[in-house]
């Protein structure tokens, strides 16, 4: 005859070591969870690629290109900042705390008039925007911001001009010539406000080669100046001067075949 043991005491107990099997719902939470934070990453990932230089522009593009740029390239303006993506988040994240000064560029640097001038630079400009700093000039710059090549020709407004006439007075208020040519004196222009006819006979940049008249009924008419502006044919009866670079030439520190442009940790608090 056989006598069945008891099981002891303490085998049923339970123990300290044991552990509960994972429950169905802790593993889809969990699941789902690592699927938001991947497709998040991805999605930024994503996202800050398509705003980087020649990446995207289709995307992101605000207007149509100004009159004579329109095979011009995003990142032919819009350079790429220093550093890389992770350099740039990390430094404005600590500015954000208090541990740097100034935040950093992201992702490409502000359209300078360096940008402009790579390609527009002219020698015999009459109006080049570093004259505009002068001191006597504060109240145009104020006005007008002649200084910035941007401040009439600012770009994705499909047009070659983008002030309107007139800001001429901003300068020549009080002008009088010497031996003035013109049958009508240029100080009675300025003084019976005629601002609309400056242009009619100068050329703002200098960039045609003709013989001012000596007349101001044979001056360009307002009409035709204004549908040049905005992207129409040219009504200067002469030859340009010089035509703007077909290609932006590379500045000396992008010459050197570096796809990353060394990140300096400048400026942080002591």
Not at 37 to 52: I, K, N, R, Y
């Amino acid at each position: 005859m056989t006598t069945s043991i008891p099981p002891s005491s303490k085998s049923l107990e339970p123990s300290a070591h044991s552990v509960p099997p994972p429950s169905r719902s802790g593993n889809v939470t969990k699941q789902r969870r690592k699927l938001g934070v991947t497709l998040g990453v991805l999605f930024s990932v994503t996202f800050f690629a398509a705003m980087l230089p020649s990446r995207g522009q289709h995307l992101r593009t605000p207007g149509q290109m100004n009159t004579g740029h329109e095979l011009v390239e995003c990142a032919d303006c819009h350079r790429a900042a220093p550093g890389t993506l992770r350099q740039q988040l990390q430094a404005n994240v600590r500015y954000l705390l208090g541990l740097r000064r100034t935040a950093v560029e992201f992702g490409a640097k502000p359209v300078s008039n360096q940008d402009c001038l790579a390609c527009h630079e002219r020698p015999f400009d009459r109006h080049p925007v570093f004259r505009f700093n002068e001191p006597r000039f504060e109240a145009a710059r104020r006005e007008l911001g002649p200084q910035n090549c941007t401040s009439c020709h600012a770009e994705h407004n499909a047009a070659r001009v983008t002030v309107g006439g007139g800001f001429c007075v901003q300068c020549h208020s009080d002008m009088f010539v010497h031996d003035d040519p013109l049958d009508v004196p240029h100080d009675e222009l300025a003084a019976t406000e005629r601002w609309d006819t400056c242009l009619g006979c100068h050329d703002f940049h200098s960039g045609h080669v003709f013989e001012l008249p000596t007349a101001l009924d044979a001056r360009i008419d307002a009409q035709s100046l204004d549908q040049y502006f905005s992207g129409g044919p040219n009504p200067y009866p002469a030859r340009p001067r010089s035509t703007a670079r077909a290609q932006r030439p590379k500045p000396p520190d992008e010459q050197r075949d570096s796809s990353v442009t060394p990140f300096r940790h400048t400026d942080h608090k002591p």
